[in-house]
């Protein structure tokens, strides 16, 4: 009886430490199954191709270059013809004319001049005033003072003043005119231009006189020459710019000029506001010293404040879809005459009367739907995979027949727009050494915002890329 038990025991032993054993091996065996397929997967990723997608943006091929332009424009400095404090009659950056009163000189802070205005010219310093309060704006609190002086100026000038010329001591004319008035010197302009109360020595800048030394833009000193404080005869007061004409000076390297080289004009973009206009070009060499000349003749209002002018020279003007060159492929293609293209007669599809034999050797045609890449010189680029050399095609509506045997490459990208590789022909314009500029608007061609191949030796057509 004991050792019936005991032999009992020792089986349920046994069968305990079997079962044991036997989830052991069936955990370590999962366990290393699935290890084992991680590392699997890992490898395969690791070493799979990996397929980039480029979205196709328009543009030109590079970006145009950009400098800092000195402006010279035709300049002068009037200076004061009396002593005595100023009172201003014209808005700083402003333009006026020939006998406009610009300012005027008094013994005191507080003169002031009266006159006599009708109602007309009252009603029209209302309206004045009223545009200037709706488009008043508090963060350009100081555009207040420039109106008073606007204002103010255009009240002499309603009043009718009459200006005089004011000689110097030898009896010459210095085209300074003024006139006195309640106890005020007025001055008027000795033309018509544009008003700077500014003036930084490049004044009568000319072509002559350019150095290296005047396009250090740091060492441009601005004097202000608004001033409330009394002011002494041949004091400096404002400047009058005279002419609507100005130009730009561009120091340049000589690979930067053989870049501008045979042109006479050139597209300017001002990157202050991204206005661009057209001026004249012209090279100027002095010395080892090189220097783009451009002259304008509009635009001269936006600028007249800016002695140096960041700009970019527009000469990359050759635009269109930019692709990277690592897309480009090219592909073989038979080609066929436009004449023996058909529509089929279900869906009205494009393709092509193929002639067969049966089997009983009687000669028939059948309708290939084909899908044309391009055309080109009257001839449609068919992939060759839809025919097979010697492959006869029978024109429609006639006995003439064409074999197909001749064959000519295309130039195209991979488009992967619904997720599997398609072939597009594509025509390039200009290219560098990374991107090229194709044509848009294209038969059986791309369009911006198509998602191509990066690389294309990595697909194969028609390989399906993503589900």
Known sequence: MRSFN??????????????????????????????????????????????????????PLSKNQTYTALAIRSEQIVQANSSGYLTYYV??????????????????????????????DLAVIRSSIAKFSYGFES??????????????????????????????????NDGVQSQTISNQTVNFAPQDGL????????????????????FVRKAVQKDNLRTFDKIDIGDNVYKLVTSEEWSLYIPLTEKQVVQLAGRDSIRVKFLKDGATQVGELSILTKENDFYCKITLTNGLIRYAADRFL???????????????????????????PEEYETTGKEQGEAGFLREVTDKNGEVTTEFV????????????????????????????????????????????????????AVFRKISIIVQNEEYCIVETGTTFGIAQYDNIVMDSSTVKEEEILYK
Do not use: W
């Open 6 to 59: 005991k032999k009992t025991k020792r089986s349920k032993l046994h069968l305990s430490d079997l079962k044991k054993a036997l989830t052991l091996n069936i955990g370590t065996i999962l366990f290393g199954a699935i290890f084992i397929y991680m590392i699997i997967s890992i490898i395969l990723y690791l070493t799979a191709t990996r397929i980039t997608s480029y979205q196709v943006t328009a543009g």
């Open 195 to 214: 008003v700077l109360y500014s003036m930084d020595g490049y004044e009568g800048l000319t072509d002559e006189a350019l150095t290296p030394d005047a």
């Open 139 to 172: 963060d350009h609190f100081a555009d207040v003072y420039g109106f008073k002086y606007e204002l103010e100026g255009s009240i002499l000038q309603y009043a009718g003043l009459q200006t005089t010329t004011v000689s110097s001591d030898d009896g010459t």
């Open 91 to 120: 808005r700083d950056d402003s333009k006026v004319k020939s006998g406009g009163p610009v300012f005027g000189i008094s013994d005191s802070k507080e003169e002031r001049i009266a006159v006599d205005l009708n109602e007309n």
């Open 310 to 336: 960041d700009v970019e020279l527009v000469t990359n003007t050759k635009s269109g879809l930019k692709i990277p060159l690592t897309s480009v492929v090219n592909k073989d293609f038979y080609v066929i």
């Open 369 to 420: 739907n084909a899908t044309l890449y391009a055309k080109q010189d009257d001839l449609y680029y068919v992939d060759k995979s839809q025919f097979q050399e010697g492959d006869v095609i029978i024109k429609p509506d006639s006995t003439q027949r064409y074999a197909v045997k001749d064959m000519m490459p295309l130039e195209g990208v991979y488009c992967i727009n619904k997720g599997y």
